[in-house]
């Protein structure tokens, strides 16, 4: 399931296809992030670093070189990486390190250096090239360091140019973000990604089954925020992929409500919106259930709305139909319904122009999922909402929230928040719902909570 070094080089070859002849691309690991005095916060590596490598150090530079003339033969094509070298008293200190020979051997790279030797290398890899591809304005710190490898690198090619007497022309003369090109490949999930995804959405899903179980009146919010990193730690995940969000009663109505510190009260419904990270890779999970075990008649009218316009989202959700498919299906259910719970009055076509539900469903259908919770990849291409294909995954995530001070509305849904969220993949022929194993009806929960 872990994804393999042939697999990292194929990617490294697709971006090397795009790039233009003569051209150069640089980019940066991560770097370790101060916490306070000499504390860290934990390391996450930069996701297309990673996409690209593999390589989960801190520091490191990748370097994807495309054929060019005039250079030392080993600066001519492939893969270079920058990385701390092996170190036996360090590597006590802060772990394992690839070292060069690991770079090569484990990572496949046709040319390895240490990280201190950057500044000798890369004035003379920019050399003759003609085009840099690179992320922009991302690490401040990184961009003044490319800004000086340029500046000798160009001083170098005008030197050259007045000893020869020829104009010089061996220096880039663009710059490309390197984004679109890395963000476009990282869309479309392989198998091996499909493996690694279904498996951080399973443990993620049982980790909610096991809250349900867990959940009752009188608990901290914070203690279920606990009971989930254990539960998907335990599993195999490294952390959480994002904050997790726990939020009983109306905190359910702070969309990124991230506090965590109420007691859950009985007669309550509890939102929690928490994903394990697996092998680097996002799960995304909402689901909301109430903290006695039972419903209320008014909490399960709004559940089962917000249920349905989930239940049509996904089914939008097909190779072939528009991203925007998926909100306009969920839009349909969710003003239909709240007509019919007389919470907005007026005609379907009236409100949904007027986005008169948008007082209660404030956000979008979901997002890409992948290396990051909120992926990369376009959502239109040329203006269009961009079409599904196969090996996408995508969230489907409607809800309603009612605040508790809301005059307008009847008192009976003040204070109801309800989010439903699912991860899936775009198959050749529908999708597959990689978080299935959570329950969602109300009877699968209640039969759960309280048999
Ligand atoms: N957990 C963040 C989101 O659902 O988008
Ligand atoms: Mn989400
Ligand atoms: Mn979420």
Known sequence: MNITMDEFKARRDKVLEKLAPNSIAILPAASIKQRNSDTEYPFRQNSDFYYLTGFNEADAVLVLSKGAQGQAQEYVHGFTLFCLPKDETAELWTGKRAGMDGAKRLYGADAAYPLAEIDRHLPAMLQNKTKLYYHFAEEQEFDKRLNAWLKQAKQKALASGRATGQKS?????????????????????????????????????????????????????????????????????????????????????TLHYTANDAVL??????????????????????????????????????????LAAQQQGI??????????????????????????????????????????????????????????????????????????ELGMVLTVEPGL???????????????IGVRIEDDVLITATGNEVLTAAAPKTIAEIEALMIG
């Open 401 to 415: 929230y009612f605040a508790a001070d809301d005059a307008t509305i009847d008192a009976k849904w003040r204070g």
């Open 169 to 253: 022309n061996s220096f880039p003369e663009a710059m490309v973000d390197i984004s679109a090109i890395v963000h476009e490949l990282r869309l479309y999930k392989s198998a091996l990604e499909v493996e690694t995804m279904r498996r951080g959405a399973k443990i993620s899903a049982d980790a909610h089954t096991k809250l349900m179980r867990t959940v009752k009146p009188g608990l901290n919010e914070r203690q279920v925020e606990a009971e989930f990193i254990y539960q998907i730690m335990q599993q195999g995940c490294k952390t959480v992929a994002y904050t997790t969000i726990v939020g009983g009663g109306a905190n359910a109505c």
């Open 265 to 306: 009260q009985a007669g309550d419904l509890v939102l929690i919106d928490a994903g394990g990270e697996y092998n680097n890779y996002a799960a995304d999970i909402t689901r909301t259930f109430p903290i006695n075990g039972k419903f209320t008649v008014a909490q399960a009218a709004i559940y089962n709305l917000v």
């Open 315 to 388: 089914k939008a959700a097909q190779p072939g139909q528009r991203w925007s498919a998926i909100q306009e299906a969920i839009v349909e259910v969710i003003v239909a319904g709240l007509r019919e719970l007389n919470i907005l009055q007026g005609t379907q076509q009236q409100l949904i122009k007027k986005q008169a539900y948008r007082r209660f469903y404030m956000h979008s259908s979901g997002h890409w999922l992948g290396l990051d919770t909120h992926d990369v990849g376009k959502y239109r291409l040329q203006g269009d909402y961009r079409v599904l």
